[in-house]
Antibody, heavy 120, light 108 residues
Framework: QITLKESGPTLVKPTQTLTLTCSFS??????????VAWIRQPPGKALEWLAH???????RYSPSLKSRLSVTKDTSKNQVVLTLTNMDPVDTGTYFC????????????WGQGTRVTVSS | SYVLTQPPSVSVAPGETARIICGGI??????VHWYQQKPGQAPVLVIS???DRPSGIPERFSGSNSGDTATLTITRADAGDEADYYC???????????FGGGTKLTVL
């Protein structure tokens, strides 16, 4: 079955770069159409899409965060890495990764999420 | 960018039918997905492509899409359905994946 799990620091300082890893099993990012997305959720607020990376290394980013985001994949390790630069307290929240099979497809499997706090 | 609008909260009596709406311009032409999120948990997909129910989701959950409104319907609501519900779609024009603001369902 498909599983995903996020990992990374729980606390980062303002202006630092956040690096999160999504480790997954049950699918391969070398399969046509498959992708991994990142979504975040500030405390008590709504979900916000951040980025996608697809099997062919096609990458998509939230227009509002595009200048700060980067996503890469390591197909051999079944991992996807998200980086978000110049962290600010407003970036505090839970970060999720999720599986997709195409751009218009839903986020059908989610990781448990990892909580990140931005504070000095 | 495309905006999905949801009411902040919906209340329903146990055993009754809950309807959660998601508004967007010509949303009927879009592939809308619905997620249930309980406190402290990751979202769970409950309806895909407007009306498809993933494996394991009870038949009490259904979806529809017409004009400028998508609707998630939960029949015979019970306390276990209390959660936040989010609609979501891919805005291909702006290459943006959009979520609604979420609706908190209370069963009381």
């Amino acid at each position: 079955q498909i599983t995903l799990k996020e990992s990374g620091p729980t606390l980062v300082k303002p202006t630092q770069t956040l690096t999160l890893t999504c480790s997954f099993s049950g699918f391969s990012l070398s399969n046509s159409g498959v992708g991994v997305a990142w979504i975040r959720q500030p405390p008590g607020k709504a979900l916000e899409w951040l980025a996608h990376i697809f099997w062919d290394d096609d990458k998509r980013y939230s227009p509002s965060l595009k200048s700060r985001l980067s996503v890469t994949k390591d197909t051999s390790k079944n991992q996807v890495v998200l980086t978000l630069t110049n962290m600010d307290p407003v970036d505090t929240g839970t970060y999720f990764c999720a599986h997709v099979i195409a751009a218009r497809s839903p986020f059908d499997f989610w990781g448990q999420g990892t909580r990140v706090t931005v504070s000095s | 960018s495309y905006v999905l609008t949801q009411p902040p909260s919906v209340s329903v009596a146990p055993g009754e039918t809950a309807r959660i709406i998601c508004g967007g311009i010509l949303i009927a032409r879009k592939s809308v997905h619905w997620y249930q999120q309980k406190p402290g948990q990751a979202p769970v997909l409950v309806i895909s492509y407007g009306s498809d129910r993933p494996s394991g989701i009870p038949e009490r959950f259904s979806g529809s899409n017409s004009g400028d409104t998508a609707t998630l319907t939960i029949t015979r609501a019970d306390a276990g359905d209390e959660a936040d519900y989010y609609c979501q779609m891919w805005d291909s024009t702006n290459d943006d994946w959009v979520f609604g603001g979420g609706t908190k369902l209370t069963v009381l």
